[in-house]
């Protein structure tokens, strides 16, 4: 059973920064790809950026030029640099880790932290 744990959700300024980390309980390099969905109330979840396990980088174009994925292998932790927070930035944080093979895949998620921006 893998467990993904995230931390560093809190409450923030429009303006400002928070880093969020997600720490998987086996290795990072077992999964295709490992990301970051978020949901605000009334909304759908949604992708805001997944890492490859090439080391390929996608973006939501709402996040472009604001929010860095990274890792790290040796840690476990995948972690998101959040910068030039917008209220609408404000939602419950998910980690994601999918892994797929010729006839299946499938995702795990951790629990959410939450994000909030202050106009």
């Known amino acids: 059973q893998v467990q993904l744990v995230e931390s560093g959700g809190g409450l923030v300024q429009a303006g400002g920064s928070l880093r969020l980390s997600c720490a998987a309980s086996?290795?990072?390099?077992?999964?295709?790809?490992m990301g970051w969905y978020r949901q605000a109330p009334g909304k759908q979840r949604e992708l805001v950026t997944f890492i490859a396990y090439s080391g390929t980088t996608r973006y939501a174009d709402s996040v472009k030029g604001r929010f860095t994925i990274s890792r790290d292998n040796a840690k476990n932790t995948v972690d998101l640099q959040m910068n030039s927070l917008k209220p609408e930035d404000t939602a419950v944080y998910y980690c994601?880790?999918?892994?797929?093979?010729?006839?299946?895949?499938?995702?795990?998620w951790g629990q959410g932290t939450q994000v909030t921006v202050s106009s």
């Open positions: 994601n880790a999918k892994t797929t093979t010729i006839t299946t895949s499938r995702d795990y």
């Open positions: 086996r290795s990072i390099t077992s999964f295709n790809a």
